[in-house]
């Protein structure tokens, strides 16, 4: 339990704070390295929780193997080691990780001839899996419950003698990470062809190529709702404007809570010229890891809402849905939610009680709540979580005057 004050610096200097190295683009690169050693030279990786999980389990000698929390992880180890001749593999994690589907990708790689069995729960880790050489060929996968199933069968395209073609038999959600998945393959020196519902993956590295890497936009959501809540100014660094992470949509998005963002000297300025009076209408069907700072944010900011396009976030961490409905009513605010999509009403004096706010287990959570602190001391049960994308997110807060006791 720690509690978050904010006393504003002294001085004129603009605080500078740096995003971590992105995971999702690291956890690629470090699945392709572990099928061709010879042509994928390890380079600085990114430091989060998520990307050390998946570098150990890829480096294992181990039989049994603890993805603890990293759900991009688990999906991509279950391609990966259902495509390793010979391997027996046992995949577990949280009790939460035991609770998210992995239907859709077993039932695609047994189609392929691999033998994975769930040793829990049908369709949910933990699974063991018997390796073999998967045949490529056709594959036919449902697109709307997760991306991260057809990245998996993306990557582990390669190590099939063909190659694979990916049939998505539903609309696509986060579909921006599978464009990531195609960029990192195309890096690579693999190719990738795409039409309509199908995505084909085939060829080999040619050539050795250092595993580049990138800041994380989806963590810099995170800054620009400091911002956009407490009026202070910030640069981020460590972001570039040529991205691969669909998440660097926050460069236009960071206006929808009243931030303007400016490139100065390879940096991003963050300056907020305004609260918007109208409510927030989003879409984030493509960006579901932007959706609670966005959120939390312009609540904080007093504003009503309707976000739509929040179909996978009940199955991640924690029901993020359902953790942002009680955030919103703990503070006194009026929501409803169906499906997808998140309604609430404008409300200009947010009630802090002191009550604890819950991070239900989730980094996400936690960066989604700090803004808060800029108007009123809060509480939170537990800071550790954010180790799971950004260690040293509350270390980098501290440069803005946000402190943890
Ligand atoms: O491929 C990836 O690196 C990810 C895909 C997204 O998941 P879904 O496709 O399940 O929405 C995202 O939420 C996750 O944090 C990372
Ligand atoms: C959903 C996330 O990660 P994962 O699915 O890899 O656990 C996330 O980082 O917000």
């Known amino acids: 339990m720690k509690s978050l004050t904010y006393i504003q610096p002294e001085g004129g200097a603009i605080p500078e704070l740096e995003v971590p190295l992105s995971k999702s683009v690291a956890n690629r690169w470090l699945i392709l390295e572990a099928i061709f050693p010879k042509h994928i030279v390890k380079k600085q990786l990114s430091e989060a929780a998520d990307t050390r999980i998946l570098r150990e389990a890829l480096e294992s000698e181990s039989t049994d193997i603890d993805l603890g929390a990293a759900g991009t992880a688990m999906r991509f180890a279950t391609a990966f080691f259902s495509a390793k001749p010979g391997a027996v593999t ?10 998210r589907p992995i239907q859709p990708l077993v039932k695609a790689l047994r189609s392929l001839g691999a033998e994975i069995r769930y040793e829990g729960k049908e369709g949910f880790p933990p699974l063991r899996i018997y390796g073999r050489h998967l045949r490529g060929g056709e594959v036919y996968i449902p697109a709307d419950m997760s991306s991260q199933f057809i990245s998996a069968l993306m990557l582990v395209a390669p190590a099939t003698q063909d190659g694979l073609l990916i049939n998505r038999t539903s609309k696509t959600v986060s579909q921006p990470y599978i464009d990531m998945t195609t960029a990192v393959l195309q890096q690579a020196g693999i190719t990738v062809e795409e039409d309509d519902n199908r995505i084909h993956v085939h060829g080999k590295p040619s050539g050795v190529v250092e595993m580049p890497s990138e800041g994380d936009w989806s963590a810099a959501a995170a800054f620009v709702a400091w911002t956009a809540v407490s009026g202070q100014s910030i640069t981020v660094k460590g972001l570039s404007n ?45 960006h579901p890891d932007l959706a609670q700072s966005i959120i939390m944010a312009a609540f904080a900011q007093g504003r009503g809402g309707k976000v739509t396009g929040l179909n996978t976030l009940r199955i991640k961490e924690t029901d993020r849905i359902n953790a942002l409905v009680e955030c919103i009513r703990m503070l006194g605010g009026e929501t409803t939610d169906t499906g997808g999509a998140l309604y609430w009403s404008p409300t200009e004096s947010l009630n802090f009680n002191g009550a604890t706010f819950k991070t239900y287990e989730d980094h996400r959570m936690a960066m989604a709540l700090a803004p808060l602190a800029a108007l009123h001391d809060i509480t939170i049960d537990d800071e550790t979580v954010v180790v799971k994308s950004f260690p040293k997110f509350w270390e980098e807060m501290k440069k803005v005057g946000l402190t943890l006791s």
Do not use: F
């Not at 046992?90 to 609770?99: A, F, S």
């Not at 303007?260 to 409510?279: F, K, Y």
């Open 242 to 286: 040529e991205s691969i992470q669909g998440d660097a949509m926050l460069i236009e998005w960071a206006e929808e809570l009243g931030v303007e963002g400016e490139w100065v000297d390879g940096n991003w300025l963050l300056n907020r010229t305004h609260i918007p009076e109208e409510d927030l209408h989003l879409d984030l069907l493509d």
């Open 90 to 99: 046992y995949l577990y994690g949280t009790d939460r990780m035991h609770e």
